[in-house]
């Protein structure tokens, strides 16, 4: 785990080069930034949540930034009780590449929302390939607890469209 003033120096280095985009990740931590247009973006995930005395310093980097540069940090913590949810759930994933539809058409409602209830024969979206629309079955009875995609994005094959708590 880098400590603030590393950050603060990656930050520095970052704004005074050409470099446009920088990730760097360690025993499980990931600090991304991106400068676009004059503007550093900080991000740094997964990282184990701070002492009070460090967090007043991570509140002083977004402060102390250059009017003309400024910078984020977003830092956030991994929540061990989501992982042990997300545990129990089942994830309807993407059969194939292709676009992600959340409905048969533009002017039709979606197929499901979150809170839907759901058979193992219920379709859920649809996935665009080669101009092949294929409708996306649940595969399992429960409810529709989070959408991980959105309508007409690209997926990828085995990308987790949807989390559902089985009954």
Known sequence: MLKIQEIREIIKLIDHSSINEFTFEQDGSKIK???????????????????????????????????????????????????????????????????????????????????????????????EAMKLFNEIEAEVKGEIVEILAENGQLVEYGQPLFLVKPE
């Open 33 to 127: 930034m991106k400068k676009q247009t004059n503007e550093v973006e900080t991000v740094v995930r997964n990282v184990v949540a701070a002492p009070p005395a460090e967090a007043a310093q991570v509140q002083q980097i977004e402060t102390q930034a250059a009017p003309a540069q400024p910078a984020t940090l977003e830092v956030s913590a991994p929540i061990e009780e989501s992982k042990a949810d997300t545990a129990n759930l089942h994830k309807i994933t993407s059969p194939m590449v292709g676009t992600f539809y959340a409905a048969s058409s533009p002017e039709a409602g979606n197929y499901v929302e979150v809170g839907s209830k759901v058979t193992n024969d219920s379709v859920v979206c649809i996935v």
